[in-house]
């Protein structure tokens, strides 16, 4: 049984790991990378690193690599990758499962300011803060490129590239974070707002619970829809038993 997961997530990794674990012989994993971070964290198994050339390329490297089943592991705002999965997947014939970790919810006390994009994100800024923690990733920066009197704290893996704000300090990270360094970045800059995507996981929610500590409003870019009709689950070890349940293709 040969399955692709279509990874670059903490889930993504999680379940490459369980299948592992299992030790099948007759069980062959490959983890496609979209090549985006310099040094990716490498799953078990096999890697692939870059795109497959859109719908009809994925359907064909499904076909050639007789692939039985895809987990699509990419991060929640991947959204092109995901309906171009669901498009290929039906294509070729092959089941399709998403892997999706919750969104978060607000808590008492929350500031929270939701946005459908980037750039409606980018339009509320005015008026809620002047020094601005940005956590969007480094691809998403042209939305605020044009906003020249906010002074922006960018984290990324990566160094991010133009067009970006004018008035930007990068901070080159990866998580998990900590409440405590959180607390401490916010005080240290002196941020007054924090922006964010609805990620989900743990790895990047501290963040949001010192600006609840501190009292400081968070704009939170909504996820896009994800395709009609493919299942999901929310953790790794649902998306294993899922494999283990999906029978081979004849080939």
Do not use: C, Y
């Amino acid at each position: 049984m040969h399955v692709l997961i279509l990874g670059g997530t903490t889930e993504a990794r999680g379940l490459a790991e369980l299948l592992a674990a299992d030790a099948r012989p007759d069980l062959r994993v490959t983890t496609s990378l979209a090549g985006r971070v310099a040094a990716p964290r490498l799953p078990p198994g096999q890697v692939r690193i870059g795109g497959f050339g859109g719908v009809d390329g994925l359907a064909a490297w499904l076909a050639e690599h007789r692939v039985d089943a895809v987990v699509d592991a990419t991060h929640p705002f991947a959204h092109a990758m995901s309906f171009n999965a669901a498009r290929a997947a039906t294509a070729a014939g092959v089941p399709l499962l998403a892997l999706r970790r919750p969104g978060w919810q607000p808590a008492e006390g929350d500031r929270w300011h939701e946005a459908g994009s980037l750039a409606e994100a980018a339009a509320l800024l005015s008026g809620l803060g002047a020094r601005i923690f940005l956590t969007t990733g480094r691809t998403g920066l042209a939305a605020f490129a044009d906003l020249v009197d906010p002074w922006f704290l960018v984290r990324s893996v990566d160094p991010p590239q133009a067009p970006h704000p004018p008035r930007m300090e990068v901070l080159l990270d990866r998580g998990p974070f900590a409440v405590e360094g959180e607390r401490a970045l916010l005080r240290r800059h002196r941020i007054d707002i924090v922006v964010t995507k609805d990620s989900g996981g743990a790895a990047t929610a501290p963040k949001l619970v010192a600006a609840r500590e501190a009292g400081l409003p968070v704009v939170v870019v909504r996820r896009p829809p994800t395709p009609e009709g493919v299942p999901a689950v929310a953790t790794p070890e649902a998306a294993a038993d899922w494999i283990r349940s999906t029978p081979t293709a004849a080939h």
